[in-house]
T-cell receptor, first 112, second 114 residues
Framework: AQTVTQSQPEMSVQEAETVTLSCTYD???????LFWYKQPPSRQMILVIR??????QNATENRFSVNFQKAAKSFSLKISDSQLGDTAMYFC?????????FGTGTSLTVIP | DAMVIQNPRYQVTQFGKPVTLSCSQT?????MYWYQQKSSQAPKLLFH???????NEADTPDNFQSRRPNTSFCFLDIRSPGLGDAAMYLC?????????????FGPGTRLTVT
């Protein structure tokens, strides 16, 4: 069975600081994709960053980067220089090729 | 530029009264998905269409049906809503199936059952 676990239901960070959201997953697949999606309050879910499992290099998108540890099945998201607009629910998602499996989300609040 | 549009954004229905939620896309994507998301829970896939091929998840209740009359539109029909069906319903699309293709989400329809 494929499962995705986000152990931090809520987090907060001061504006301009760095925060790391954790995600672990369980699978027997060897080839898959991992995603972080952001869902701002009352707005639609959008893709933040994507990581291919066969790539050792961690993905980076501007202030967002991941720490992908395949052996540990860990996929954390680091947000640098946090901005007020980063306040949102963040979902980690695992995609082995047939369907997406989502974690329960982490609610991040950026404090001015 | 709206890409995945869901109407209505908020829907109230009565217990047992059929309701239809709609989704449209301007991306010309082949795959469309319906998810159910309850409070503080992960989105749960109900079904998806690859073009006109319908794929139902094994644990999706029979109460839920879907239609995709053309590439742009997809509907979620709930035949006899129960209180437990109150949730956010998310529509998503992807260009193709496969590992490289991200999903694009609509804003969701929040369904209330009274």
């Amino acid at each position: 069975a494929q499962t995705v676990t986000q152990s931090q239901p809520e987090m907060s960070v001061q504006e301009a600081e760095t925060v790391t959201l954790s995600c672990t997953y369980d699978t027997s697949e060897n080839n898959y994709y991992l995603f972080w999606y952001k869902q701002p309050p009352s707005r639609q879910m959008i893709l933040v960053i994507r990581q291919e499992a066969y790539k050792q290099q961690n993905a980076t998108e501007n202030r967002f980067s991941v720490n992908f540890q395949k052996a540990a099945k860990s996929f954390s998201l680091k947000i640098s220089d946090s901005q007020l607009g980063d306040t949102a629910m963040y979902f980690c998602a695992f995609y082995p090729g047939n369907q997406f499996y989502f974690g329960t989300g982490t609610s991040l609040t950026v404090i001015p | 530029d709206a890409m995945v549009i869901q109407n209505p954004r908020y829907q109230v229905t009565q217990f047992g009264k059929p309701v239809t939620l709609s989704c449209s896309q301007t991306l010309n994507h082949n795959v469309m998905y319906w998810y159910q998301q309850k409070s503080s829970q992960a989105p749960k896939l109900l079904f998806h269409y690859y073009d006109k091929d319908f794929n139902n998840e094994a644990d999706t209740p029979d109460n839920f049906q879907s239609r995709r009359p053309n590439t742009s539109f997809c509907f979620l029909d709930i035949r006899s809503p129960g209180l437990g069906d109150a949730a956010m319903y998310l529509c998503a699309t992807s260009r193709e199936q496969g590992r490289a293709h991200e999903q694009y989400f609509g804003p969701g329809t929040r369904l209330t059952v009274t």
